[in-house]
């Protein structure tokens, strides 16, 4: 039921960080900012974003662009009164 009403949202590695078949900074950051901005236009107070990094530990395309994502990050998620876990 929440899927069907917009409140839960899940996306596998593939469908978040790992579209095109590897990890592109600029497309996961413009994703988390377009979640963050699509829940009050919902009608939604907050939007709670959890992500799991576990695919880091692997080798995959793009990995060696995890630290400058993360602080890059840290940039946008002040923007948002979110919590981001």
């Known amino acids: 039921m929440a899927e069907k009403t917009g409140q839960l949202e899940l996306r596998n590695w593939a469908d978040a ?3 095109d078949g590897h990890f ?11 979640v ?3 829940g009050p236009r919902q009608g939604f107070a907050l939007t709670r974003l959890v992500a799991h990094m576990e695919w880091a530990l692997e080798d995959r395309p793009g990995v060696d662009d995890l630290v400058e994502y ?12 979110d919590p981001v876990v």
């Open 24 to 34: 592109d900074q600029d497309k996961m950051l413009a994703l988390i900012q377009e």
């Open 70 to 81: 993360e602080t890059r990050l840290n940039y946008v998620l002040p923007r948002y009164r």
């Open 36 to 38: 963050l901005e699509r």
């Open 17 to 19: 960080y790992l579209r």
